[in-house]
C-alpha cells in the first residue's frame, strides 16, 4: 500500500495536538504528538506512540514517565517547535509539578509514568499509568489534514 494514500487517510481523523514532555539529567525534552488516547478509566491508563528516530523515545525509555500537554488553540507556534519545524530557536521555560516539566498555557497537562511499552511496526507505544492531571482554561489547537485548526465560536458552547 502506498505510504502517502495511508498518510491521508489517518489525516482525515481530526485530533487535537499535544507536547510530550520528560526529563532526563536535569535536561528537558519535548516532542509534538497526535498520536494519543484515552485507554482505560479504572486504572486510568492513556496511550502514546512515538517514532523509532524520535530522540523522545530514548528519553522516554530513560526517564519512565511524560507529560502529555495539550496545546490550546494559540499555541501553534509551540507544536511547530516541538515538532523541529520552526527555524526558531527559543528557550522555553517550563512550569513545574512534581519535578515533572509542564508547558505553560497547555488546557491540559497529563503527568504520567510509563505502565508499559509495545514496539509496533517503526513506532513504540507506550502506555501510561496516569498520576497527577491539571487543567486550564482555554480552547483546543486542532489537527486536520496536515493543517492546524480551531473550533469556530458557537460550536463548543
Ligand atoms: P527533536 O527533533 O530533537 O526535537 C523536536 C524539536 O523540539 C526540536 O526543534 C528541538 O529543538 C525542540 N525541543 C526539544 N526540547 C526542547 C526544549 N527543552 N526547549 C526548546 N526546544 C526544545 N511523532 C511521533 O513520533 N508521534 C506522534 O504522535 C507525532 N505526532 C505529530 C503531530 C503533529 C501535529 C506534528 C507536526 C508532528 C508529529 N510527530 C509525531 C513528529 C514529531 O513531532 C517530530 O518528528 C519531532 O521532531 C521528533 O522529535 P524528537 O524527539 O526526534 O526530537
Not at 499535544?18 to 491508563?45: E, Q, R, Y
Not at 526517564?63 to 490550546?72: D, E, K, M, T
Request: net charge negative; aromatic share 8%.
Amino acid at each position: 500500500m502506498d505510504d502517502r494514500l495511508f498518510r491521508s487517510a489517518m489525516g482525515k481523523f481530526a485530533t487535537g495536538v499535544t507536547v510530550l514532555t520528560t526529563k532526563v539529567d536535569g535536561i528537558v525534552h519535548g516532542m509534538t504528538a497526535n498520536a494519543f488516547m484515552s485507554v482505560s478509566l479504572n486504572p486510568k491508563l492513556v496511550m502514546v506512540s512515538v517514532g523509532e528516530k524520535a530522540r523522545m523515545l530514548e528519553k522516554i525509555q530513560q526517564s519512565q514517565n511524560f507529560v502529555i500537554n495539550i496545546l490550546a488553540e494559540e499555541q501553534e507556534a509551540i507544536s511547530r517547535l516541538f515538532a523541529g519545524q520552526s527555524d526558531e530557536r527559543r528557550e522555553i521555560e517550563f512550569d513545574w509539578v512534581n519535578d515533572r516539566p509542564l508547558i505553560k498555557g497547555a488546557i491540559a497537562s497529563i503527568l504520567c509514568d510509563v505502565h508499559s511499552a509495545q514496539v509496533a511496526g517503526d513506532h513504540t507505544v507506550f502506555i501510561g499509568e496516569v498520576k497527577e492531571l491539571l487543567l486550564n482554561e482555554g480552547k483546543p489547537l486542532l489537527f486536520y489534514g496536515g493543517k492546524y485548526g480551531s473550533f469556530q465560536e458557537g460550536i463548543l458552547d
